[in-house]
């Protein structure tokens, strides 16, 4: 058992696939909170497979698309800084600040490094004494025991030159705020399954209650994910809204305790801007007070920024699933993948970009 | 939002009282930290996320969702499901 | 700034109006590189034979009553040695594999080197004694050179320039005009080594792996392979942007579809667990020597039989057909029987997270 293969193989996604085609007998929206499930399906076909009367959405499960724009030019003023080295995920590269982008920065001499780990991070700091080294800690709740550690760790060695740059986003709040909206299509979600691997799954309950919408913890192998889609639809033909758990091997329903509580220990909830969608109370993670000396915003007083959205750039009712990609005037015109406007339209999984990758399918152009 | 890729664990060692290790992803191998899986030891598997070790995979579970879904197959066989869309044609010859 | 640099419709993901400025996309291989070439080199050199408009990663040109093909490439590859091989085995076997995809006999090469001051003489003998091996080994001759040094922080060690010239037997006419719906699209083996072996010693990145640079010499290939019969239309190397690039550009520049079908791409087990990792795909990856080539639809039996029998081609596989829905678009069918374009790139692929 290696885990990988075995969830890609192509008689059982055949075989799940039959069964979903055999249970669906009429239109549903789904949608998949997590990017690296956009990812899955749009990398597997996924979506087309599925039977027409299945709509899946793309949600804003993707810190590429949702950092606010304001966190993305700090990030930006910090990297131009001669004596900062900045220390970056890749997706968040090719992200569009008001104006500019990390790899602009890069091109203007800015010290602009990929790294695997926040870990990474520390180690180039110890490596680079003379130098600050800044993390961008974005990620959903995933990512933040990784980079909670890193901060404990970093104090603990004394590494003083080091700072992180955090926006963690929060899931249960973002699918409350949908569940929430008036124009609500989002009929079942499935849920991120690495997420719940940290949080467990307790956070969920309460929505399936209040709103009675079937709630599905999925993993992200093509399996996982038609296993997923499969149950919310299961639920949704038999009228029935529960949180069901399609990624045992990974999620447990308490999550992960240890994980849980370093987290608590280093940040604390607080508002939180979505990109294109807007505040969203306590739906965010900050660094917690007693760890100011190794925040980036208060180490560097970042004044002067200017943020300027793109007024063509409807992203946020994309992201909420509002309209679709294609309802945006600019969609296929002054934004495109080679020259984005918004985040959705420069990550892989971003909803924009997905549907522009099909779209070429049915009306190519040779340009 | 969350590439987890499943590693085994090949080596365990303590350093300044954190517990690391090396996993080996399908003949990738790189250093982790298992900080938050006190109960991974060598031999197991673990799903690991920008470095972090955040879980110890499951195997029983892991047979039990895949013998779900063969189970699901022969359901399929026996209600003579199968004549859904069916992919473009083979494009090697 | 110039009056007449028109950067309307030029791709980025920032337009460049107000930060006109090379960016390291530009040198990515994919969508950026296009663009660079395309809007600012190509109006800027001129172009009255209509050789340098083909774009071919090779000129062919008429010389002297034959014909002759040439071509030049850059090497800045950091880090500069690498499982499997150095700088000079990619300065060499890169140029020399443009030529041969022309189905041109490689024959010599000129060497630039720009140095930086501080190199290491040790490690410049060695990337110029591992030249001259691959040279020997490759059968061309490298017959003039120069060499320049630069101050130091100025160079990033070395950066080798090489320009090959081959020449053409008659009646040897590849290119996309050749390039017919029906066509069986071949690769000459297992993809993603190169890349994956550049990375897995990147900074930031490193993570132990077997995986060797699969850096080699085609032209004895691609002789084996004009010599069998084959029909053959169009050859090319997937390098930068890896087999997804290639195939896209291939696509575009014979205004034809382009079918393949992922199960039929050749992976090894540890290139796809890398991948997997890191959260790339491995249709994206660099390789240094495998060619992918686009042979008539009768002929693409034989063509296989011939890549195999060769050295340099026993993993060679057909993993696609050309078509003429689509044009200039490229469609995989998935491992599960989905469907996913696969675009050229934009610019390199950068691991991710999501």
Redesign the interface.
Known sequence: MRYLDEFGDPGLARALLDDIHRTVTRPWALMEVCGGQTHTIIRNGIDQLLPDQVTLIHGPGCPVCVTPLETIDRALEIASRPDVIFCSFGDMLRVPGSGRDLFRVKSDGGDVRVVYSPLDAVRLAQENPDKQVVFFGIGFETTAPANAMTVTMARQLGVGNFSLLVSHVLVPPAITALLESPVRRVQAFLAAGHVCTVMGMSEYEPLVERYHVPIVVTGFEPLDVLQGIRQALLQLEEGRAELENAYPRAVSPEGNPVAQKVVREVFETCDRAWRGIGVIPMSGWRLRPEFADYDAEKRFDVTAITTEESALCRSGEVLQGLIRPVECAAFGKECTPRSPLGAPMVSSEGACAAYYQFRRLESPVTA | MCLGVPGQVTEVWEQDGTRFAMADFGGVRKQICLAYVPDVLVGDYTIVHVGFALTKLDETSALETLELFRSVGLLDEELGVGEAASGPTSVTG | MSDHLDLAG??????LR??P?????HGGGG?LSSDLVEHLLLPAYGDDGGVLAQLGDAAVLGVGGGRIAMSTDSFVVRPRFFPGGNVGDLAVNGTVNDVAMTGARPLHLAVGMVLEEGLQLAELDLIARTMGAAARRAGVGIVTGDTKVVDSGHGDGVYITTTGIGVLDPGVDLGPHRVRPGD?VIVSGPIGLHGIAVM?VR???E?????VSDCAPLHGLVAALLASGVDVHMMRDPTRGGVAATLNEIA?SS?T?V???E??VPVP??V???C????L?PLYVANEGKLVAFVAAEH?DLALATMQAHERGAGAV????V?DE????V?A?????????V?LP??EQ?????
């Open positions: 030029w791709s980025c993901p920032m337009p107000d930060h400025q090379v960016v390291m996309g969508a069986a897995s900074e930031g990145l993570f132990g792996s077997e995986i575009r205004r579809g079918q393949i079908e199960r039929a087990d540890d796809r667990a890398a997997g990792f890191l959260g795909d693409a057909r993993i696609g057909t078509v689509h044009p200039g678009v469609v069918r998935t491992g599960i029987g989905g469907t996913r374009v675009d934009l610019a950068l691991p991710r997270i999501c």
